[in-house]
């Protein structure tokens, strides 16, 4: 029963990705859409919706939810005496990701500044992108080796799991890593989400917004990107026309909500690891 409810999370939560891509389809394509579609006003013009994509939207507010209810989770599986009883290194391997995700979900809250709304410190303002107070906005390495260790982590748990279940002392890190299978259906998700655009760009493919040389009939970003079809097409492969980095990262979130679910019904076995 207990799984069942959390599948049935599962497609509620695809669901609610499909929603978002047909609004992100619908607003980025708007001007086709309007077009050809008569029951619909003609718009000239395309975006990406703020409201949903933007800081302080609908998906960012999702993220820092399903990470506050996992932080509640793990302190709920720390409260149990059962945790205590396995070896020392899989208990600090527990705490050191518990540790990941707090720090995880105060960076998505700027650390209470998104929400208490202070001003950033002089630290902040002058190395931070965005001035605000946090370290992901500092450099590419602060933002994308946290973002590499995730997308392996959420993607790649149940391959993990294959090599570590061979081996009997490690059992409860195995247990941990990929408790159950209804993980493997986020992570195929999560992978179909960033396969595409890292594997085009790594090779040099992905056709770029044209920002210095373009047509006399050729309009700029908002408007839209009449005789560009190559440009059009890349992003409907690659789902850049919604804010990708943004579905990655709830798709992540969600992830470790559901794995948190999951780790607190588990019986870890006494004394190992």
């Not at 309007?34 to 006003?41: A, C, D, G, H, T």
């Not at 998700?189 to 006399?216: A, G, M, Q, S, W």
Request: proline share 3%.
């Amino acid at each position: 029963m207990k799984y069942l409810k959390l599948n049935s999370l599962n497609y509620f939560f695809i669901f609610l990705i499909l929603f978002l891509l047909l609004q992100g389809v619908y607003s980025f394509y708007k001007y086709k859409i309007s077009f050809y579609l008569e029951f619909i006003k003609y718009s000239y013009s395309s975006n990406i919706s703020p409201l949903i994509w933007n800081e302080n939207g609908i998906v960012e507010y999702l993220q820092v939810i399903f990470l506050l209810f996992a932080i509640l989770n793990f302190i709920i599986l720390l409260k149990k005496k059962e945790i205590y009883n396995v070896s020392n290194y899989f208990l600090y391997f527990v705490y050191l990701y518990f540790i990941g995700i707090i720090y995880f979900f105060l960076e998505e809250i700027s650390w209470g500044q998104q929400i208490f709304h202070w001003e950033s410190s002089n630290f902040f303002k002058t190395v931070n992108k965005q001035q605000e107070t946090n370290f992901h906005n500092i450099s590419n390495l602060l933002n994308q080796f946290p973002r590499s260790l995730l997308i392996i982590w959420c993607s790649l748990s149940f391959i993990i799991f294959k090599y570590l279940h061979h081996y009997k002392n490690l059992q409860n890190f195995s247990l941990f890593i990929f408790p159950n299978i209804l993980l493997k259906k986020i992570s195929l998700l999560i992978i179909l989400f960033v396969v595409p655009n890292l594997l085009l760009k790594k090779l040099n493919l992905y056709i770029e917004y044209p920002t210095t040389t373009c047509p006399i009939d050729c309009y700029f970003y908002p408007y839209p990107v009449e005789y560009i079809e190559s440009f059009e097409i890349m992003n409907l492969m690659t789902f850049n026309f919604i804010k990708l980095s943004e579905l990655q990262e709830l798709l992540f979130t969600y992830y470790i909500l559901i794995h948190s679910f999951l780790i607190n019904k588990l019986k870890f076995i006494k004394n190992s690891s």
